[in-house]
Protein backbone atom coordinates (compact mmCIF):
# COMPACT_ATOMS: atom_id res chain seq x y z
CA UNK A 1 0.00 0.00 0.00
CA UNK A 2 1.31 3.50 -0.86
CA UNK A 3 1.34 6.13 1.50
CA UNK A 4 0.91 9.08 -1.08
CA UNK A 5 -1.76 11.47 -0.81
CA UNK A 6 -3.83 13.60 -3.44
CA UNK A 7 -2.95 17.53 -2.98
CA UNK A 8 -4.76 18.25 -6.11
CA UNK A 9 -8.05 17.95 -7.92
CA UNK A 10 -7.87 16.56 -11.67
CA UNK A 11 -7.76 19.01 -14.50
CA UNK A 12 -11.45 18.92 -16.02
CA UNK A 13 -11.18 20.22 -19.46
CA UNK A 14 -13.78 22.83 -20.31
CA UNK A 15 -16.51 22.35 -22.98
CA UNK A 16 -15.94 24.02 -26.31
CA UNK A 17 -17.19 28.13 -26.22
CA UNK A 18 -19.80 28.78 -28.69
CA UNK A 19 -19.29 31.09 -31.58
CA UNK A 20 -21.71 33.68 -32.45
CA UNK A 21 -20.03 33.93 -36.29
CA UNK A 22 -19.85 30.78 -38.48
CA UNK A 23 -16.61 32.52 -40.04
CA UNK A 24 -14.52 30.50 -37.66
CA UNK A 25 -14.73 27.18 -35.89
CA UNK A 26 -12.63 25.46 -33.24
CA UNK A 27 -10.91 22.20 -33.12
CA UNK A 28 -10.05 21.34 -29.74
CA UNK A 29 -6.33 20.92 -29.16
CA UNK A 30 -5.76 20.14 -25.37
CA UNK A 31 -7.94 20.25 -22.54
CA UNK A 32 -8.43 24.29 -22.47
CA UNK A 33 -7.08 25.30 -25.74
CA UNK A 34 -8.94 25.08 -29.42
CA UNK A 35 -7.54 25.65 -32.74
CA UNK A 36 -9.07 28.52 -34.54
CA UNK A 37 -9.79 27.87 -38.26
CA UNK A 38 -11.55 29.59 -41.20
CA UNK A 39 -13.95 28.02 -43.68
CA UNK A 40 -10.95 26.67 -45.86
CA UNK A 41 -9.25 24.84 -42.52
CA UNK A 42 -6.75 27.67 -42.19
CA UNK A 43 -5.41 28.22 -38.77
CA UNK A 44 -5.88 31.54 -37.85
CA UNK A 45 -4.11 31.20 -34.08
CA UNK A 46 -5.42 29.36 -30.89
CA UNK A 47 -7.63 30.05 -27.67
CA UNK A 48 -6.78 29.22 -24.23
CA UNK A 49 -9.43 29.58 -21.42
CA UNK A 50 -7.94 30.90 -18.51
CA UNK A 51 -9.51 31.08 -15.39
CA UNK A 52 -9.16 34.24 -13.54
CA UNK A 53 -10.80 35.07 -10.02
CA UNK A 54 -13.52 37.12 -11.56
CA UNK A 55 -14.41 34.61 -13.95
CA UNK A 56 -12.71 33.20 -17.82
CA UNK A 57 -10.73 34.55 -19.60
CA UNK A 58 -10.39 34.14 -22.86
CA UNK A 59 -6.48 34.39 -24.65
CA UNK A 60 -6.26 34.65 -27.91
CA UNK A 61 -2.82 33.24 -28.84
CA UNK A 62 -0.31 32.38 -31.83
CA UNK A 63 2.44 29.93 -32.17
CA UNK A 64 5.73 30.92 -32.71
CA UNK A 65 7.32 28.01 -34.62
CA UNK A 66 11.05 29.48 -34.09
CA UNK A 67 10.39 29.20 -30.28
CA UNK A 68 8.12 26.57 -30.53
CA UNK A 69 6.06 28.79 -27.58
CA UNK A 70 2.69 30.59 -27.81
CA UNK A 71 2.74 34.62 -28.17
CA UNK A 72 -0.32 36.46 -26.51
CA UNK A 73 -2.40 38.76 -29.00
CA UNK A 74 -4.92 39.62 -26.12
CA UNK A 75 -6.93 38.50 -22.88
CA UNK A 76 -10.65 38.94 -23.47
CA UNK A 77 -13.72 38.33 -21.09
CA UNK A 78 -16.12 37.52 -24.38
CA UNK A 79 -14.88 34.44 -26.82
CA UNK A 80 -15.96 36.51 -29.89
CA UNK A 81 -13.72 39.19 -28.99
CA UNK A 82 -11.03 36.99 -28.67
CA UNK A 83 -11.50 35.89 -32.17
CA UNK A 84 -12.30 39.23 -33.73
CA UNK A 85 -8.67 40.03 -32.34
CA UNK A 86 -6.78 36.57 -34.31
CA UNK A 87 -8.77 37.75 -37.71
CA UNK A 88 -7.95 40.98 -37.64
CA UNK A 89 -4.53 40.99 -36.52
Known amino acids: MSDS ?26 DHLWRVQDKTERVLGHLRIVADPLGLRYRAERLHLATGAFRIVGEFWRVDDAISALRYS
Open 5 to 30: QITSLPEVPYATPQLSSPREHLVRAA
